[in-house]
């Protein structure tokens, strides 16, 4: 009975974190508009929270840069269990055209464990907005 | 002032120290001199110029020797410094004296090609990431990155 009110409460209300390990801004604004009301993503309980220790779905984009890997992975423990991870746009997902440069480790899932990718570059709101709704429906 | 006005002016104050002297294009103006040199002519360039803004600073790797380009520019012509600088001892002296702004480029060009800026206000690190190992100059011809090796979650299908 607890077990699937928590699942039911996790499911309502994936709050997520918008994330930025070194983007171009492209994913970034297209995350930005799948939250407008033009895609209304608040039906699905969908909520953009200031704090990693808020949220549930880290939406990730860019490809991971040295100066960024401590980061994400403090931002990725602050995050409280169950957490997912989302790659936004193909950067996140390998690096790209930034893979293989100086300072550029790879995609997210160098650093820490991914849960869903949405290709694209950027990767379009409508994707993105799936990609979260599908990864619910998983749970 | 027309740029062949500005080439006698130039020739006049700067004679001896200018080495070398092309207009490839209109309003733009390339001058060469030894790195010794370096702080007078720019400090004419700025007093007697109107040179008060420094665009960028281009770094050349050209095997033996470095060729460092500062690229002045004022709002008729751009004044193009160059300099170059021997592989074995990549000394230069800062600029950030006569034009204070030149410190930031001055930061990327030691982070970036490894030229010591001597006098430089702040030699602190600019561009490259705090664990950056020392050394390691990434822009330079003979520097090879060693990738780290990706791990595919999952394994390879």
């Not at chain 1, 409280?80 to 991870?85: I, S, W």
């Not at chain 2, 207009?23 to 360039?45: E, N, Q, S």
């Not at chain 2, 600088?85 to 982070?111: F, K, N, T």
């Amino acid at each position: 009975m607890l077990k699937k009110l928590a699942r039911w409460s996790r499911i309502k209300s994936p709050w997520i974190l918008h994330l930025n390990s070194g983007a171009c801004n492209a994913c970034d604004i297209e995350i930005v508009a799948a939250l407008t009301p033009r895609f209304d993503v608040e039906r699905f309980g969908i909520l953009l929270k200031a704090t990693p220790r808020h949220a549930d779905v880290l939406v990730a984009s860019g490809p991971v840069t040295r100066q960024m890997r401590d980061r994400i992975i403090r931002i990725y423990e602050q995050t409280p269990d169950p957490k997912f991870v989302i790659a936004v746009g193909a950067c996140a997902m390998s690096g790209c055209v930034y893979r293989g440069a100086y300072n550029i480790l790879g995609g997210l899932d160098q650093v820490i464990p991914v849960n869903m990718y949405v290709p694209g570059c950027p990767a379009r709101p409508d994707a993105i907005v799936d990609g979260v709704v599908k990864l619910l429906g998983k749970l | 002032m027309t740029d062949a006005e500005i080439i006698d002016r130039l020739k006049a104050d700067l004679g001896g120290k200018i080495v070398e002297l092309t207009h490839p294009a209109p309003r733009r103006l390339f001058l060469k001199a030894a790195p010794g040199d370096l702080l007078a002519v720019t400090g004419t360039l700025r007093d007697k110029y109107g040179v008060v803004f420094l665009s960028t600073i281009t770094g050349v790797d050209k095997g033996e020797t470095f060729e460092i380009i500062y690229h002045f520019s004022t709002p008729e012509q751009d004044f193009n410094l160059r300099t170059e600088l021997p592989r074995a001892r990549p000394h230069v002296e800062s600029i950030s004296s006569l034009i204070p702004g030149a410190v930031l480029y001055e930061r990327e060009l030691q982070d970036m090609f490894g030229i010591v800026v001597d006098h430089i206000p702040d030699a602190r690190r600019l561009v490259l990431s705090d664990d950056w190992p020392e050394g390691q100059y990434p822009l330079r011809k003979d520097w090879k990155h060693e990738r780290p090796v990706e791990v595919i979650p999952g394994g390879e299908s």
